[in-house]
Nanobody
Framework: QVQLVESGGGLVQAGGSLRLSCAAS????????MGWYRQAPGKQRELVAT???????NYADSVKGRFTISRDNAKNTVYLQMNSLKPEDTAVYYC???????????????WGQGTQVTVSS
């Protein structure tokens, strides 16, 4: 069993900041990449940011310069620091991990349960 547990969502005014955390636990052999995706009402889930095991990062254009993703490999945890938040950042944010449960398993996607981020204008 693998679990991804997110925390840190909430309600914030435009221009404010929030920090999301996601910890992976369970039978984990290795984690290739971790990241954050979001889904707003009536829209498809979209990539926000990802970070690989060698700490290469990738960001959606809409969050570049405002959001920072980081990772603690020892804790199997990924963070998303969100600054200068805008109402259009309002969404459910989902943690993702691409990981192997053992050396004999393929890499597959695992998802957290989601955490709500609401930015008021």
């Amino acid at each position: 069993q693998v679990q991804l547990v997110e925390s840190g969502g909430g309600l914030v005014q435009a221009g404010g900041s929030l920090r999301l955390s996601c910890a992976a636990s369970g039978n984990i052999f290795s984690i290739n990449a971790m990241g954050w995706y979001r889904q707003a009402p009536g829209k498809q889930r979209e990539l926000v940011a990802t970070v690989t095991s060698d700490e290469s990062t990738n960001y959606a254009d809409s969050v570049k310069g405002r959001f920072t993703i980081s990772r603690d490999n020892a804790k199997n945890t990924v963070y998303l620091q969100m600054n200068s938040l805008k109402p259009e950042d309002t969404a459910v944010y989902y943690c993702n991990a691409k990981l192997q449960r053992s050396r004999w398993n393929y890499v597959r996607d695992y998802w957290g349960q989601g955490t709500q981020v609401t930015v008021s204008s």
